[in-house]
């Protein structure tokens, strides 16, 4: 008996098993076409990862309705920029920019949707995803707001080093407090504590040991940052998501990290898709109720609570 094997239909009947084989081949080989189709598609879709800064946010596909959407869970207390790059072969996607902002403690928030473009040749994707506390294209922002000196009423500290200091401040508008280890250290503006490290001990004066600075970092309502670095080991009084007023007791100043002595390193900035960080110049409030960019050298005392 001659069967005759097109594709996959049989021109004649035989017993149940052999049908049950042919099946199978069949299934098989529409089962390869259909993968040699789609390539390493469902492995593709494995987001690879590159953190800028390690952020409480995760970043996720499913398929919906013919379309690969993205989805990103956002659990920082602030917005944060999620940026994307995509390698899309015979396929689209619907993001108009290279990133997405996504609100604060937000879930399921589609940053993309990808979609094949023809179904009868290969196609594949594959992105990379890295994190940005704020946005990292803020532009307007208050660059007159009066910050309060970050220590208690009467207290009175010398700037050791400056905007774009000659030290470790170049090409930053920072200032460094010098002020005793364990001095209190209050909230120079509004907002809500976005990030804090207090746990190293380790201290040099070299540009390696900026990895073990102890820090806070607190939002602001305006989009801008500021960070209260070099804080003792242990010595934060607040955590991740309190809400903070000026003049508020934040943490304890030290010596840890990249540091040559004791004091507080305060700067404003924004994050930057170059740079990571953009520092900000900052006026504040200071004796006399007078507004001022604050000078290397000088000293100035606080005669006001908040």
Request: net charge neutral; proline share 3%; glycine share 8%.
């Amino acid at each position: 008996m001659v069967r005759k094997i097109v594709g996959c239909k049989i021109d004649s009947e035989e017993s149940r098993f052999i049908s049950v084989l042919v099946l199978i081949y069949c299934v098989f080989i529409f089962y390869d076409g259909f993968m040699k189709k789609i390539g390493m598609f469902f492995l593709l879709l494995a987001p690879l990862m590159l953190l800028a800064q390690q952020r409480d946010v995760k970043v996720y596909r499913e398929f919906i309705e013919g379309k690969t959407v993205v989805f990103a869970d956002n659990n920082e207390f602030c917005p944060v920029s999620v940026l994307i790059r995509t390698e899309l072969l015979n396929m689209k996607s619907s993001l108009k920019a290279p990133y997405v902002l996504v609100p604060a403690k937000t879930k399921r928030f589609v940053l993309m949707e990808i979609s094949v473009i023809n179904l009868k040749k290969e196609f594949n994707f594959k992105y990379q995803s890295s994190f940005f506390l704020g946005d990292i294209n803020l532009r307007k922002y208050d660059i007159d707001f009066p910050y309060s000196l970050p220590y208690k009423e009467g207290e009175e500290y010398s700037i050791g080093q400056g905007y774009n200091g000659k030290i470790s401040h170049q090409g930053e508008f920072a200032l460094d407090f010098i002020m005793p280890i364990g001095t209190e250290i209050t909230a120079a503006r509004d907002g809500i504590v976005v990030d804090v490290q207090d746990s190293n001990t380790e201290t040099c004066m070299s540009k390696d040991c900026a990895e073990f600075n102890n820090y806070i970092v607190i939002y602001h309502e305006d989009g801008t940052m500021a960070e209260y670095t070099h804080i003792d080991t242990k010595g934060s009084l607040v955590k991740k998501g309190d809400v903070v007023k000026r003049g508020d007791k934040i943490g304890l100043s030290g010596n840890i990290g990249w540091s040559s002595g004791p004091h507080l390193h305060f700067f404003s900035f924004v994050s930057d898709i170059e740079k990571g960080r953009r520092s900000i110049r900052t006026k504040f409030r200071t004796e006399g109720n007078k507004l001022e960019f604050l000078q290397e050298k000088k000293s100035y005392k606080k005669d006001y609570e908040f």
